[in-house]
């Protein structure tokens, strides 16, 4: 069962557009949600994450948009670049001893230029 | 820091090898996770160690494959035989857990089963 559900799989945006990459996920018991950025021949690393006390968070060109009710959250890059070209993931987290951590499927970005 | 430390970085190997994927956690984290990463199914989650003891191997594929981490600084992952749908790339993380969700991962290892 797959528990959180990540679109688009691949997405094309052209140089000062904005990239958008959405999430759903099922499991209320998770509190912590990052999203990851992932480069050709490296791991991913953790971009942004927002907890569901916000609706939410931005960090220079990148947002997190956050529907608790609707168990939705994304990602908005605004102003894309080339070097933004890379996999996202978003994930979904929740700590404690019922240590859960699951990641979406990814999403490949191109930015062309 | 140096951050995560896996080898090797390539590997190929033939159906029926042993392999043995190493990690070294950055220094001071308690958790230490493998994951595998292939196209069609994208990260899974095979096993995660807390305070060296692991606490949740249900991701791990079958009796091939199996982890240990002997002390806090390294942890193995080996598969046993081989077989080419094991080929993949396999990523080992570490983090503090309870702290938050962030886990730094390694630069992964490429396994190519012939």
């Known amino acids: 069962q797959q528990q959180v559900k990540q679109s688009p799989q691949s997405l094309i945006v052209q140089k000062g557009g904005i990239s958008i990459i959405n999430c759903a996920y099922e499991?209320?018991?998770?509190?912590?949600f990052p999203w990851y950025q992932q480069f050709p021949g490296k791991g991913p690393a953790l971009l942004i994450a927002?907890?569901?006390?916000?609706s939410e968070k931005k960090e220079g060109r990148f947002t997190i948009s956050f529907n608790k009710s609707a168990k939705q959250f994304s990602l908005h890059i605004m102003d894309s670049q080339p070097g933004d070209s890379a996999t996202y993931f978003c994930?979904?987290?929740?700590?404690?001893?019922?240590?859960?951590?699951?990641f979406g499927k990814g999403t490949l970005l191109t930015v062309n230029p | 820091d140096a951050g995560v430390i896996q080898s090797p970085r390539h590997e190929v190997t033939e159906m029926g090898q042993e392999v043995t994927l190493r990690c070294k956690p950055i220094?001071?984290?308690?958790?230490l996770f493998w994951y595998r990463q292939t196209m069609m199914r994208g990260l899974e989650l095979l096993i995660y160690?807390?305070?060296?003891?692991?606490?949740?191997d249900s991701g791990m594929p079958e009796d091939r494959f199996s982890a240990k981490m002997p002390n806090a600084s390294f942890s193995t992952l080996k598969i046993q035989p081989s077989e080419p749908r094991d080929s993949a790339v396999y990523f080992c993380?570490?983090?503090?857990?309870?702290?938050?969700?962030?886990?730094?991962f390694g630069e992964g290892s490429r396994l190519t089963v012939l």
């Open positions: 993380a570490s983090s503090l857990l309870g702290l938050t969700g962030e886990l730094f």
């Open positions: 499991n209320t018991a998770f509190d912590y």
């Open positions: 927002i907890r569901p006390d916000v």
């Open positions: 994930a979904a987290f929740s700590g404690g001893s019922n240590y859960k951590l699951t």
């Open positions: 220094s001071g984290h308690n958790s």
């Open positions: 160690f807390n305070n060296n003891v692991p606490i949740d």
